[in-house]
């Protein structure tokens, strides 16, 4: 058992989760903690499936019973507060409070032996990454309410939430004609015989991937050879990740292909390409793990890592002698060294060659590159209200969207695509948005809104990467609110000598910006939402203290003037524990609303 469980242990920590718990038979483990990734419940999944996969091929030793020890795993997504407990000096272990582990662990008594199963709260999270079985609706011990179950087979093959859409019919391409002119500009001198590179960098979901979907749909009549790889958020430790990607895509290999058969694919592509590269095929074979001759295994380390980039660059070379050809990698903000020393390799020779490198990036990753003249980069903006408004119609094919819901969708969206996609795809869900015979509206009067899963990743993993002062400055002006003056943030804080260098800092990540300096200095968030998931990473007990703290900050502040702030004072004060406060701030907006004849805010 201390052998699985180690195994174990090695599997999970390769996809970053951490172990809360030893049992006797078995583990707790969470992901998401201290680092929140946008594609935690994958992570869990991923290693569950590897777990099982390893408990079936473990010898037995040193054992007189040869009993096969089975394994079941169940993966649950949901709240949890969590957090080193501090007894007398000493460090214990990890704590986790919350009922999530606990339905993780009553779907055990749902899985078969060697089986993954998840609930409906992991699966609308992984929902086309993976095959499924439906296990149909459970009622858990210690749970009233029933859940969907699935048991997952294995991946689906679909490497991210983009891929997932394409499957299901993506929303009309909206606000984009200008960025699509660009690449098709630079594909004409490509195949004029002007290499190019292009960077498209953005926002996680503004359509960087969009962007290159449609590309391709444009030129794909041409003659060309398109090859893609991908970078992944836990591929940075995994040498040559995309490069796998780019030679698998271009001698047709799958990965259930036997070694025969990749060998095979392989030496047939390398005659169809040039047949003096024969010498090539080695580094080909090691780069995809597949036993190679003597003569590579006896390279002095440096000399087989130049060697293996001169080959990887004069495949591409000779390949785009054939034809033109388009490299695209996406996510350089995770690509591990070996490949960006490879892409670094290459584009030294792309500028007389028949080679379009389209790379995307999020803000923050430094290209070497960035200087060379071949090279420009693409900054999708995010979209105009109006933009976002025929975006919303297309999604629900209506042109009868009631003003209040096109309102609401473009307040929270901030103008990001995939926002938008997925605001109206969690209110369909939950029934915020009903379809009448006037059209699509607001079913009921919601004061809050839920972010939905997979947004709140994106922005928590954001969140989570920054330096621990950092962060907690942003969570206390997340506090105040969508904006929020210098003054005040400093009062709650209590820190006043950094804290200007940490506003600064969040504005160089563009994640707050500066609104005014006169008459005091106010900030804003950058995305709304942002401002909602740094709320929410608080604890409600800290939330409501910071509350109470404002109000009596505020009142102190704008003594003089506290009429002008009663419905502000309110807010604050209904947040906190601090009740007679909130009824009488309440009670004179009231009144005040009632002076206006606004009688309904009254």
């Given at each position: 058992?201390?052998?699985?469980?180690d195994?174990?242990s090695?599997?999970?920590?390769?996809?970053?989760?951490?172990i809360?718990?030893?049992?006797?038979?078995g583990?707790l483990?969470?992901?998401?903690?201290?680092?929140?990734?946008?594609?935690?419940?994958k992570?869990?999944?991923?290693?569950?499936?590897?777990?099982?996969?390893?408990?079936?091929?473990?010898?037995?030793?040193?054992?007189?019973?040869?009993l096969?020890?089975?394994?079941?795993?169940?993966?649950?997504?949901?709240?949890?507060?969590?957090?080193?407990?501090?007894?007398?000096?000493?460090?214990?272990?990890?704590e986790?409070?919350?009922?999530?582990?606990?339905?993780?662990?009553?779907?055990?008594?749902?899985?078969?032996?060697y089986?993954?199963v998840?609930?409906?709260?992991?699966?609308?999270?992984?929902?086309?990454?993976?095959?499924?079985h439906y296990?149909?609706?459970?009622?858990?011990k210690?749970f009233?309410?029933?859940?969907?179950?699935?048991?997952?087979?294995?991946?689906?093959?679909?490497?991210?939430?983009f891929?997932?859409?394409?499957t299901?019919?993506?929303?009309?391409?909206?606000?984009?004609e200008?960025e699509?002119?660009?690449?098709?500009?630079?594909w004409?001198?490509?195949?004029?015989?002007?290499?190019?590179?292009?960077t498209?960098?953005?926002?996680?979901g503004?359509?960087?991937?969009?962007?290159?979907?449609?590309f391709?749909?444009?030129?794909?009549?041409?003659?060309?050879?398109?090859?893609?790889g991908r970078?992944?958020?836990?591929?940075?430790?995994?040498?040559?990740?995309?490069?796998?990607?780019?030679?698998k895509?271009?001698?047709r290999i799958d990965?259930?292909?036997?070694?025969r058969?990749?060998?095979k694919?392989?030496e047939?592509?390398?005659?169809d390409?040039?047949?003096?590269?024969e010498?090539?095929?080695?580094?080909?074979?090691d780069?995809l793990?597949?036993?190679?001759?003597a003569?590579?295994k006896?390279?002095?380390?440096?000399d087989?890592?130049?060697?293996?980039l001169?080959?990887?660059?004069?495949?591409?070379?000779?390949?785009?002698?054939?034809?033109?050809?388009?490299?695209?990698?996406?996510?350089?903000h995770?690509i591990?060294?070996?490949?960006?020393?490879?892409?670094?390799?290459?584009?030294d020779n792309?500028?007389?060659?028949?080679i379009?490198?389209?790379?995307?990036?999020?803000?923050?990753y430094?290209?070497?590159?960035?200087?060379?003249s071949?090279?420009?980069?693409?900054?999708p903006?995010?979209?105009?209200?109006?933009?976002?408004?025929e975006?919303?119609?297309?999604?629900?094919?209506?042109?009868?969207?009631?003003?209040?819901?096109?309102k609401?969708?473009?307040?929270?969206?901030?103008?990001?695509?995939?926002?938008?996609?997925?605001?109206?795809?969690?209110?369909?869900?939950?029934e915020?948005?009903?379809?009448?015979?006037?059209?699509?509206?607001?079913s009921?009067?919601?004061?809050?809104?839920?972010?939905?899963d997979?947004?709140?990743?994106?922005?928590?993993?954001r969140?989570?990467?920054?330096?621990?002062?950092?962060?907690?400055?942003?969570?206390y002006?997340?506090?105040?609110?969508?904006e929020?003056?210098y003054?005040l943030?400093?009062e709650?804080?209590?820190?006043e000598?950094?804290?200007q260098?940490y506003?600064?800092?969040?504005?160089?990540?563009?994640?707050?910006?500066?609104?005014?300096?006169?008459?005091?200095?106010?900030?804003?968030?950058?995305?709304?939402?942002?401002?909602?998931?740094?709320y929410?990473?608080l604890?409600?007990k800290?939330?409501?203290?910071?509350?109470?703290?404002?109000?009596?900050?505020?009142?102190?502040l704008?003594?003089?003037?506290?009429?002008?702030n009663?419905?502000?004072?309110?807010?604050?004060?209904?947040?906190?524990?601090?009740?007679?406060?909130?009824?009488?701030?309440?009670?004179?907006?009231?009144d005040k609303?009632?002076?206006?004849?606004?009688?309904?805010?009254?």
């Amino acid at each position: 058992m201390r052998t699985h469980l180690d195994v174990s242990s090695k599997l999970v920590s390769r996809f970053e989760g951490r172990i809360a718990r030893y049992f006797d038979d078995g583990l707790l483990v969470y992901f998401g903690y201290p680092s929140a990734h946008e594609d935690d419940a994958k992570r869990a999944v991923c290693a569950g499936l590897e777990i099982v996969d390893a408990f079936g091929q473990l010898p037995l030793e040193n054992t007189q019973v040869q009993l096969p020890l089975q394994v079941r795993v169940g993966i649950h997504t949901g709240l949890m507060v969590i957090g080193e407990m501090k007894v007398k000096d000493t460090r214990e272990p990890i704590e986790i409070v919350g009922g999530t582990p606990n339905i993780a662990a009553r779907l055990l008594s749902v899985a078969e032996p060697y089986t993954v199963v998840i609930s409906s709260a992991t699966y609308r999270l992984v929902e086309g990454l993976f095959e499924y079985h439906y296990l149909g609706l459970h009622t858990l011990k210690g749970f009233s309410t029933p859940l969907d179950v699935y048991r997952v087979l294995h991946e689906s093959g679909v490497r991210s939430r983009f891929d997932v859409s394409i499957t299901k019919g993506l929303t009309p391409l909206v606000g984009r004609e200008k960025e699509v002119e660009l690449l098709l500009e630079c594909w004409e001198q490509v195949k004029e015989g002007a290499g190019q590179v292009v960077t498209i960098i953005g926002d996680a979901g503004i359509g960087k991937s969009r962007l290159l979907y449609e590309f391709r749909k444009l030129i794909e009549d041409e003659k060309i050879l398109y090859l893609e790889g991908r970078c992944i958020s836990y591929g940075k430790s995994i040498s040559y990740l995309p490069v796998t990607d780019i030679i698998k895509k271009r001698f047709r290999i799958d990965n259930l292909d036997t070694e025969r058969t990749i060998r095979k694919n392989i030496e047939k592509g390398i005659r169809d390409i040039d047949p003096n590269l024969e010498g090539s095929i080695p580094f080909l074979y090691d780069i995809l793990s597949i036993e190679t001759d003597a003569l590579l295994k006896s390279l002095d380390l440096r000399d087989k890592r130049k060697r293996t980039l001169e080959t990887l660059k004069n495949i591409i070379l000779a390949d785009s002698n054939l034809r033109p050809l388009v490299v695209a990698v996406e996510n350089l903000h995770w690509i591990d060294g070996a490949s960006e020393e490879f892409l670094t390799f290459l584009i030294d020779n792309i500028p007389s060659s028949k080679i379009m490198l389209i790379l995307t990036s999020r803000p923050g990753y430094r290209a070497k590159w960035s200087e060379k003249s071949y090279h420009i980069q693409i900054a999708p903006s995010r979209l105009s209200d109006k933009e976002v408004e025929e975006m919303i119609k297309s999604i629900l094919d209506s042109e009868r969207v009631t003003g209040e819901l096109i309102k609401l969708v473009t307040n929270k969206a901030d103008g990001i695509p995939f926002y938008v996609e997925e605001i109206i795809k969690s209110f369909i869900e939950s029934e915020i948005i009903v379809r009448r015979e006037d059209g699509y509206s607001i079913s009921k009067s919601i004061a809050e809104v839920d972010v939905p899963d997979t947004i709140q990743d994106i922005i928590m993993a954001r969140i989570d990467r920054l330096e621990e002062n950092l962060k907690r400055t942003l969570q206390y002006a997340s506090v105040i609110g969508r904006e929020f003056s210098y003054k005040l943030l400093k009062e709650i804080i209590e820190i006043e000598e950094e804290l200007q260098d940490y506003l600064t800092q969040l504005k160089g990540l563009e994640l707050i910006y500066e609104k005014s300096l006169f008459p005091d200095l106010e900030y804003r968030f950058k995305h709304s939402l942002t401002q909602e998931v740094a709320y929410n990473s608080l604890l409600i007990k800290r939330r409501k203290e910071l509350h109470g703290k404002i109000g009596e900050i505020l009142e102190d502040l704008y003594g003089d003037k506290l009429e002008e702030n009663y419905e502000l004072l309110a807010y604050h004060y209904r947040r906190s524990t601090r009740d007679e406060k909130a009824v009488d701030y309440l009670t004179l907006a009231g009144d005040k609303s009632a002076k206006i004849y606004s009688t309904e805010d009254a």
